[in-house]
């Protein structure tokens, strides 16, 4: 809720779930950036981060983690993800790593 606090005035918000189409779902072109949390499960985050690379798309992503998650924050950055922000995480930060994506005007 804290994101759609932090950026609902400033970019249109998407919420959406997991499965198997999720990929496809997902918009490419400029504008758009997508925010990932890997608090509950790293593997499945670095998964869709590089089943996302590997399918072509370049899509900005955040990712959000706990600050325990460096080896994640590395894996992340190998994969060309365009952030690996620690929590907690200040709104003027996540606005920031937003608008660095792109995806905020």
Request: aromatic share 4%; glycine share 8%.
């Amino acid at each position: 809720m804290w994101i759609e606090a932090a950026l609902a005035r400033s970019a249109e918000l998407v919420f959406v779930d997991g499965g198997p189409d999720l990929l496809a779902r997902l918009p490419r072109g400029p504008g758009h950036c997508l925010i990932l949390s890997c608090d509950e499960d790293e593997t499945a985050t670095l998964q869709l981060v590089r089943d996302l690379r590997s399918s072509g798309n370049t899509l900005p992503v955040i990712v959000l983690g706990p600050h325990t998650t460096f080896r994640t924050a590395v894996d992340i950055a190998r994969l060309d993800a365009t952030e690996f922000l620690e929590r907690p995480v200040a709104v003027r930060q996540l606005r920031a790593a937003v608008r660095r994506a792109g995806a905020l005007g």
